[in-house]
């Protein structure tokens, strides 16, 4: 996971401006999605990295015309290049701006859990077009509900951590989306097992808040049997045409609340990637959903040592990992 630059986001073509002195012609600046990173020499050196390079971005597009923008590895914390600041202070620049990635970040230049934030809750107010936002790593992370015009006008929110803060669940849960269609949260190793998280996930589930939403992805996340027995009766399901509990530890018990909850025929997409079923449930899925692409790749299975009633034991005891733990 996360080995790679985005290739496209929200649609359009990543264009890396990183100082490369051969990099090609530039595209128009509507017509991609520009990457912000930090550039590697052949020799494996690196020259000019992303505050140089979003200086000289501002310079050298025409930013009034840009729609998407990517922000890549901006140093170890905020002290220097604080994202959200010098995009707030640069917003009369980029009046046009709908897509934002914060922390398009591979793992082998900062692991996801060591990526450093700040306040991200200035960018919907300084970016009144501002429809489609994600953000990778969540350490130091805050997001202020959503009202008004900036949650109204919200159709895509993406959070990826190793460690969803619980503020955030609540914060997402809180706000106003009246138009949101797609929400994805990788709530990481948080303890799940108790009711007070389960409790933050409900309003999101219950979905009176997101009369849109039709994808929802409830991602990377331990005890991902207990959330998928919380979704099994979740009212939101109903209007969804994609629901994704990939990337965890999903096992039989998982899939079993799933098939004995609200029916699931109605989805286009079931996402259950990277998980700890038995060929067997697997098989009983695809069978019980005949009409909906379930994918079911990336299988994990089981330690032959792990007898299925410490499924519900510690993390650890489990055998099972989620896909971006650090």
């Not at 619980?166 to 997402?172: D, N, W």
């Amino acid at each position: 996971m996360n080995d790679e630059r985005l290739s496209t986001f929200a649609g359009l073509p990543v264009h890396a401006f990183d100082g490369d002195p051969e990099g090609g012609p530039l595209p128009a600046p509507g017509e991609a999605a520009w990457g912000i990173y930090h550039h590697v020499h052949d020799n494996g050196v690196w020259g000019a990295e992303v505050p140089e390079n979003f200086d000289r971005f501002l310079r050298e597009v025409d930013t009034t015309q840009v729609t998407h923008l990517v922000i890549g590895f901006w140093g170890f914390d905020c002290s220097e290049f604080d994202p959200v600041e010098r995009l707030v202070d640069a917003a009369a620049r980029l009046p046009r701006l709908r897509a934002l990635f914060l922390g398009d970040i591979r793992d082998w230049d900062l692991h996801l859990s060591w990526i450093k934030h700040t306040d991200v809750s200035p960018l919907f107010e300084a970016f009144p077009e501002l429809e489609h936002f994600e953000v990778r790593g969540s350490d130091g992370l805050s997001f202020a509900p959503l009202t008004g015009d900036a949650g109204a006008r919200l159709r895509t929110l993406r959070f990826e951590a190793a460690m969803l803060p619980a503020e955030i669940v609540r914060s997402v849960a809180d706000s106003d989306l009246p138009g949101l269609r797609h929400l994805d949260l990788w709530m990481g190793g948080v303890p799940v097992d108790g009711p007070a998280f389960l409790d933050d996930l409900a309003p999101i589930l219950a979905g009176e808040r997101l009369p849109a939403l039709r994808r929802l992805g409830l991602e990377n996340a331990a005890r991902h049997d207990r959330i998928a027995e919380a979704v099994a009766d979740a009212p939101v399901v109903a209007r969804l045409e994609s629901l994704s509990l990939a990337l965890g530890t999903l096992t039989d018990a998982g899939a079993e609340a799933l098939l004995s909850g609200r029916p699931l025929g109605h989805l286009a997409e079931l996402d259950l990637h990277h998980h700890y079923l038995t060929e067997e449930m697997g098989a009983r899925v695809r069978d019980a959903l005949p009409g909906v692409r379930v994918n079911l790749d990336d299988p994990q299975g089981r330690p032959e040592w792990l007898k299925p009633e410490w499924l519900r034991f510690d993390f650890d005891m489990s055998g099972s990992y989620i896909a971006v733990a650090e």
